[in-house]
Structures are given as C-alpha cells and as structure tokens.
C-alpha cells in the first residue's frame, strides 16, 4: 500500500538510446527509502524491474519483493475455446495451468526455483520471470468480485542499518505469444502457445507454416501450402479410404436387396452382409480408419490456426485483410459447406436412412459454424 512517486512526470527514449530507466520512489520520511525501476529497450516486450532499499534508520530492516499480476474472470468464447488464466513453470511440474476456478477452490502457495509465472489469453500474457536461481513464494488469491492474483514473493531479507541493499532483477514480459521470442526468455514459455494434448504434433506443423510464410510471404498461402503438404502426406490413406468406399458404393444395390428380403430381421440382414463383404473382400469400416488416423493432425492444425498470434492482422487475398477474424461476407464458409457437400455425394450413403439424412445435414451445419 505503499505510495511512489517518480522524479519527473514524463519519460522519452532519446534518439541512439539503447534502454529508458524509469524509478519510482517511496519515502517514508524517517530515513528508510525504496526504489523500485522499470527498464524499457526499443522492440523488447521486456522490462527489466529492479528493487532498492537504502535503510538509514539506524535499525536493521527486514522485508520481501512481491511481484504480481490482477486480471478480472474472463471466460472464453464457446466456439473459440481457448485458455484465460493463470499458469505457472517450475523444474518439478513444469507447465501448470491455474485456472479462475483452481484459484476459487484454494490458495495457491508454493516455494519454486526459477521458473516464472503467468497470466495467458488468446494471443497475449503478462508474465513475471525472476532469476534462475532465486527462490520464491507463488500464490494466488481470489479478491472477489471476479478479480484475481497470482503473484510471487522473494525469501525475507535483511538490511542492516545505514545501509543499502538490491533485491534480484527481475523480468517483466507483456506481449504477444511469440514462440521465437518466448523459447529465449524463459524454459517452457513458449507453452503458453497453448496447443493442448496435441502440441507434438502441433508443434512440427507451425514449424512448416512458419517455413512455408517465410518462402511465400503470406500467412494464407503459407496455410493452404501446409494443408497440401499434410494431405499428400496421407495420400496413401485417402487413396484407400475412396477405394473402400468405392468398393462399398458398387456393393449398394445387394445390400437394399437384402434390405427388401430381410424387412426388420436386423440379425439375418447383419448375416447375410458380413457374408457379401466376406466374398467381395471388403472391409466396410476400410473407409473410416485412414479417416481416424488423420483426425488428430488436422485437429493440431486448427489449434495451431487458433493460437498462432502471426495470424492477427494478417492480410491474405482480397477482401481478407484479417486471418483472424472471420470473413465479413462468408464467401469463404459457403465454399467450403459448397466441396463438403460434394465430397459427402460422392461417398455412398449409410444404409439407415437416418443416418444418410444426418450425413447429408452436416455440410449445412459445419457451414453455420464456420
């Protein structure tokens, strides 16, 4: 509760400066001192925040450096459900989310080395990061009114009297996700790109995004690059998977005869088609499985278009000068509603109609979502 104050009302980089420094100072009028400094450099997102004591009272001093980030609840879009909160990186446990709830339930109250502390949203966090090898208090407290800390506290430490001392340096980061920025701050910072269950395979498919921009110069080109990249590598698959519904779709005619002969009799009409596919050699779940195999990388690449925050702003072709945000005239989910619908025409229909009905529904849904 301590009030600073700074020397001047107004700070500016001067032209060639490599760093700004920025005290705040707080006297308490009977010798005891604190300064507490922010240091800015041009391009970094961050600040160095170095902590002085000059004790002149005649009497040795004892205390801690707090550092710590508030944020009000915010919960997450339910169609884009990415993480807000708080996480925390220790040796120990490494990557740790702790959630708004988490922090409702009970104090966080841990002593960690190094590490550093967090609070994410899509695209941006704050994070403080002290010394490697400093040892701190991680806490959090849920203030009420939907407000939130979580924040960290340095061992006690003592000043004698008519002297000064210096807590440890510590960092301050406030910015966007960057992952190449993040890897050189701090270990696993740059998990806050958070790509879930997913990240080994997320993680070498934002590598090939970032390869594929860097050749073409466009995040957009860049996205259908790698998802002509993905899709030759699971050509093979695919290739079986259209054989086996092909296999299936020439099998249609028998199987609404046997439909015709058996009427409600599921378990002689089960029967009699496990004997046809046993005598033409086809798998009839041969068209799902290629499918279930590539399930989990294009779910990776979705993440990866979700959290990449190289995506905001970023032009394309046209109309969209935004990839991150959706296309104002929906021409692009219309399209894709559009090749759905005919890749679904193209597969022959599941035998129970209500099945066929949903599969030929869903083009239209997953265009409204989209």
């Not at 100072?25 to 400094?37: A, E, H």
């Not at 339910?78 to 104090?107: C, H, Q, R, W």
Request: charged share 20%; with cysteine; hydrophobic share 45%.
């Amino acid at each position: 509760h301590a009030v600073y104050t700074s020397p001047q009302s107004e700070y500016r980089l001067d032209p060639g400066s490599t760093e700004l420094s920025v005290p705040f100072v707080w006297d308490s009028g009977d010798g005891f001192k604190v300064t507490k400094t922010y240091v800015f450099r041009p391009g970094s997102y961050v600040i160095d925040v170095t902590l002085r004591v000059d004790n002149q009272t005649g009497l040795p001093w004892q205390g801690r450096f707090y550092r710590q980030l508030q944020r009000d609840r915010e919960d997450a879009s339910a169609l884009v459900p990415t993480y807000i909160g708080g996480v925390i990186y220790s040796d120990a446990e490494k990557y740790e989310k702790i959630a708004f709830d988490d922090m409702d339930d009970a104090n966080l109250n841990r002593t960690v080395g190094g590490g550093w502390l967090a609070m994410i949203q899509h695209y941006f966090l704050g994070a403080w990061i002290p010394q490697a090898n400093e040892s701190n208090l991680f806490y959090s407290v849920a203030l009420g009114n939907n407000r939130y800390v979580l924040g960290m506290v340095t061992d006690t430490k003592e000043i004698a009297a008519n002297s000064s001392g210096d807590f440890s340096r510590t960092q301050l980061f406030i910015g966007p996700k960057v992952q190449s920025m993040l890897e050189k701050l701090a270990p696993g910072l740059e998990l806050t790109v958070d790509y879930g269950w997913l990240t080994v395979i997320a993680k070498p498919l934002f590598w090939l995004l970032s390869w594929s921009e860097s050749i073409v110069g466009n995040w957009g080109w860049a996205i259908a690059i790698v998802t002509l990249i993905v899709k030759l590598i699971f050509f093979p698959l695919s290739a079986a998977s259209y054989r086996s519904m092909a296999n299936m779709r020439k099998l249609q005619p028998k199987i609404a005869a046997l439909r015709e002969r058996y009427g409600d009799d599921r378990q002689r009409m089960s029967q009699a088609m496990m004997e046809i596919y046993k005598k033409e050699k086809i798998n009839p779940f041969g068209g799902c499985l290629p499918i279930l195999i590539q399930i989990p990388v294009f779910i990776a690449l979705y993440w990866v278009l979700l959290e990449s925050v190289e995506l905001r702003q970023a032009p394309f072709i046209f109309w969209i000068d935004d990839l991150s945000t959706r296309d104002p005239y929906y021409v692009l989910p219309v399209l894709m509603g559009i090749s759905m619908l005919i890749q679904t025409k193209l597969n022959p229909p599941p035998p129970d109609p209500i099945q066929a009905k949903v599969m030929m529904a869903l083009p239209i849904i997953f265009t409204f979502f989209f």
